[in-house]
Every structure is written in C-alpha cells, then in structure tokens.
C-alpha cells in the first residue's frame, strides 16, 4: 500500500510496539493517524513523542476491541489498520477465558470491523509462541506449530481466523511473528515483566541477575524500534495472505544475555542459578528472518547491546521522572 494520504488506525496503539509503530508512522507522508486504546497496558506517555504531530490523535471516544459498534466507529474512512491489542502471555495463563474474549473474540472482532468499513489492509500482531519450543533451528516461517500454552493457542487461532476472512471476504492483510521483544516503554513492575527486567531489578537491587536452569536456553531477541519498522514495511508491502517472522536471526543463551547485562551495568555480581521451573514450555526459540527480508524488505539493525543500552537508558531516566513527580506530589519521605 501506497502509504501517501492515507487514514491507518493503530489499535493497541499506545503500547509497547503500537507506539512505536506510531513514532515511525509520522515519518511517512500519510494523513491522518488514529491510535485506539483502551489505556489498560499502554498510557499516553509511550505516545508522548508521536502526539507531538498534528496528525496523530487519540479515538476521544475510548473502548476497546470488545465494543464492536465504538471499534467499527473508529474504522471509518481509514484506509489501513494495525493490530496491537491483546493480553499477554502469563496472562493468558492465568485467566483463559478472558484469553479467548480479548485474543481471539476480540480479534475477530477488529477482521469484522476491517470488512464492515472497507479497509484495504491489515497488519496484526501475532507472536513466534505459534511455534512453541524449536523442532529445528532457525525457525522458518514452515515451522510446526508446536505451542503448548493459550496465549500461543489464541494467537494460531488468529492467524486461522485471518486466512479465512482472507478467502471469504478478500481481507487483504499480513500477520507479523514477534520474537522475543524489548526495549523503552517496556513494563519493568508489575506480574507480567519480562526476564530482562527481572534482571535488571535484581541489579539494581544490588542482588545478582537470577536464571532458572543452567543459561543455556536461547531465543532472538529483537528491539522494539525494528518492530515498529516492521509494521511500516508490512503495512507498503504487496504480500498478503502471509505471516512473516520479526527477528534478528541470531541466537542468544539466557547466560550470555545475563553477562551482557552485568557488563553493561556495570554490575559486580556474578549471576545466580535456580532451579528450573516445571512451568517452562520453550527451551530454545529462534527465528529465519529470510522470508521477512525478501516479501516485505524487512530487516532488524539494531544489535543486542545497542538495544539493550537504549533500554537501561530509557529505564533509567523513566524511574528517576518517577520518582521526581512522586516527591512533587507529596508521596514520598
């Protein structure tokens, strides 16, 4: 899709990847950029830097992907859609049910929405836990579905859903397999953070970086600046009726990733050895980003300890404003 005067809605847009699709979005020549959130995960202040463009604007009447009348509202006249919103993976474990009412219902939900006001293109978010734990490596595109948890189950279940809206009502779209994501605006409280936060707690805590096992498990960790990217490439490419890997291909152990941590903060301790948790369903994940950078001339630059130096940056000045707003507000001793 010619991206040029075009109205793209964004929804889950002020997320971690949404909202920096959305700081890429404004570099285009488009028209108008509707970012539809319901503001449970994301927050104005991931949008700070996009809103800044007069392009860019909040759906003023709220809702989520479960209102289908407010979702269909915020469709109107716009030319292509991207789809962020979901719960997460602990999530998904923990509640299931609601798993299915937001994944799946609620995706299916946003494909009804796409044909109901013609939308000429979709690009949603799916996730390399279709694949669950590697069969080979790298994982291309080809790969078994071997998920064995229901955020990967609603996730399948979506990318079905699109092929078949795809041939019944000639939706025009393309599905994006994330592999393990990081980088500024990642949540670093609350259950559902991710092992490089909990890391990175633990430093700052003047404790070592706890791994469960003995390191060894490897994924492709893929900063969310290319992830963004990837959605403008999907978004102007020709491709469709196709999901597609976002990674950089290369393979990183849980231990080395534990070491770059320490080196990059400086931190004195030596990593510490738990034992593995049962609960672990993917020991190894590593994606093929060939197919991504043929059809969609997709490919990740941005290296693992420049990432993850953007992310203790950005982590870092977000706790210290923080911590300032909370003493001007009276909230701390």
């Known amino acids: 899709m010619d991206l040029r005067g075009k109205k793209l809605v964004l929804v889950g847009g002020a997320g971690l990847i949404g909202s920096h699709t959305a700081d890429h979005l404004i570099k285009e020549d488009v028209k108008e950029i509707i970012i539809y959130d319901n503001f449970v995960r994301g927050t104005e202040e991931n949008l700070c830097h996009a809103l800044k463009d007069l392009r860019v604007k909040i759906y003023d009447i709220g809702g989520d992907i479960l209102q289908t009348d407010i979702l269909q509202s915020a469709f109107e006249g716009a030319d292509g859609v991207f789809h962020f919103a979901a719960l997460w993976l602990l999530q998904c474990h923990e509640f299931p049910r609601s798993a299915f009412d937001v994944n799946v219902r609620g995706t299916f939900n946003v494909m009804e929405a796409c044909v109901a006001k013609g939308v000429k293109r979709l690009v949603s978010s799916s996730s390399a836990s279709v694949y669950g734990d590697a069969v080979r490596e790298p994982m291309d595109e080809d790969h078994p579905y071997n998920n064995k948890n229901f955020y990967g189950a609603t996730k399948i279940a979506g990318e079905a859903m699109m092929r078949a809206f795809h041939y019944r009502y000639n939706l025009d779209y393309v599905g994006l397999r994330y592999m393990n994501v990081y980088g500024p605006r990642q949540d670093y409280h609350g259950a559902y953070i ?49 999901n597609y890997n976002v990674g950089t291909g290369e393979r990183t152990s849980l231990k080395e990733l534990a070491e770059i941590l320490i080196e990059l903060t400086g931190c004195d301790k030596p990593i510490n050895y738990a034992p593995c948790s049962q609960a672990t369903l993917v020991r190894n994940r590593i994606g093929d980003p060939k197919k991504a950078s043929d059809e969609i001339e997709f490919t990740a630059t941005i290296g693992l300890r420049e990432g993850l130096g953007r992310l203790i940056e950005w982590r870092d000045n977000h706790k210290s404003e923080v911590a300032r707003r909370r003493r001007d507000a009276g909230l701390e001793e």
């Open 194 to 242: 991710a092992v490089i936060m909990k890391m990175l707690d633990a430093i700052d805590r003047g404790e070592s970086p706890t791994i469960l096992g003995d390191g060894s498990e490897a994924f492709d960790f893929v900063a969310v600046e290319d992830c963004g990217l990837a959605n403008i490439c999907a978004m102007k490419a020709d491709a469709t009726d196709q």
